[in-house]
């Protein structure tokens, strides 16, 4: 079935480091991308998108680039601040039947200044 | 604006007790969902309601109910808790089943122990 492996965390990182959070899917079709992040206390909010291969999500300074060839969706970011302190979830979205988002279990980045 | 809201925010549950988590959103969407996140899990959706009239099981439906009220509002029933629901559970809505942007809009959350 469907699915997403992003890497354990947390991920601790000093203010201004560069992030990655390695995102690999399985997907039958050709699936929608996606970076949700969860601010402590909060629900999940869009991050960014891709809906076809090669295609680059942005947003905030955040980028992810959709590779076809090693179905990956790593995220990624030139300088950390506090404030990007959360959990990131990878999701697919199949482009069949009904929107329905499969996530990945998710990794806790911590900035410290 | 206040989006997608959930109640309550925390309750405590004994086995054997039942509740309903009410979910409503304002923004006129025609598809809402209802997922539990665990711990090294992820988002597991429960049970989703593509359009107003309609509901479908998801990825873990067992142990659950939900009902589609209006267009505005999903709730989701525990008839007989269980330990194992212990989770944090989220409501999601979305502007339709079609839409291309995938982009669901989350509440903010109702945590939910079961003794």
């Known amino acids: 079935g469907d699915s997403v492996t992003q890497m354990e965390g947390p991920v601790t990182l000093s203010e201004e480091a560069f992030l990655t959070i390695n995102c690999t899917y399985t997907?039958?079709?050709?699936?929608?991308l996606f970076w949700y992040v969860q601010y402590p206390g909060e629900g999940l909010q869009l991050l960014l998108k891709a809906t076809k291969a090669d295609d680059k999500g942005s947003n905030k300074g955040f980028e992810a680039t959709y590779r076809k060839e090693t179905t990956s969706f790593h995220l990624e970011k030139g300088s950390v601040q506090v404030s990007d302190s959360a959990v990131y979830f990878c999701a697919l979205r199949v482009n069949t039947g009904f929107q329905k988002l499969v996530f990945g279990t998710g990794t806790r980045l911590l900035v410290s200044p | 604006n206040a989006g997608v809201t959930q109640t309550p925010k925390f309750q405590v549950l004994k086995t054997g007790q039942s509740m309903t988590l009410q979910c409503a959103q304002d923004m006129n969407h025609n598809s809402m969902y209802w997922y539990r996140q665990d711990p090294g899990m992820g988002l597991r959706l429960i049970y989703y309601?593509?359009?107003?009239?309609?509901?479908d099981k998801g990825e873990v439906p067992n142990g659950y109910n939900v009902s589609r009220l209006n267009k505005r509002e999903f709730s989701l029933r525990l008839e007989s808790a269980a330990p194992s629901q212990t989770s944090v559970y989220f409501c999601?809505?979305?502007?339709?089943?079609?839409?291309?942007?995938?982009?669901?809009?989350f509440g903010e959350g109702s945590r939910l122990t079961v003794l």
């Open positions: 309601s593509a359009s107003e009239g309609t509901t």
């Open positions: 997907a039958t079709g050709y699936p929608s």
């Open positions: 999601a809505s979305s502007v339709q089943r079609e839409d291309p942007t995938g982009e669901l809009f």
